[in-house]
């Protein structure tokens, strides 16, 4: 599975992955539940939080194993 290598707030190279093992839970609009299949990571040089779909990490390495 590929790994993001960049913070999306502020661009740096600096992330690195944290809570591997929770789940994260929402409630918007009625829905109050497990929202499953992200991946937490950090910006290690100014702290950003950010989660990234796990499927997307998925697809996006399949698609580089085909071409």
Not at 5 to 31: H, R
Not at 39 to 55: K, Q
Request: charged share 20%; proline share 4%.
């Amino acid at each position: 599975m590929l790994q993001p290598i960049k913070c999306p707030v502020c661009g740096k190279n600096t992330i690195e992955p944290v809570l591997e093992k929770i789940s994260v839970m929402a409630q918007y609009d009625g829905f109050h539940g497990d929202l499953g299949g992200l991946r937490t990571y950090r910006c290690t040089e100014l702290g950003h939080i950010f989660f990234v779909r796990t499927a997307d990490l998925e697809s996006a390495d399949q698609r580089i194993v085909a071409s």
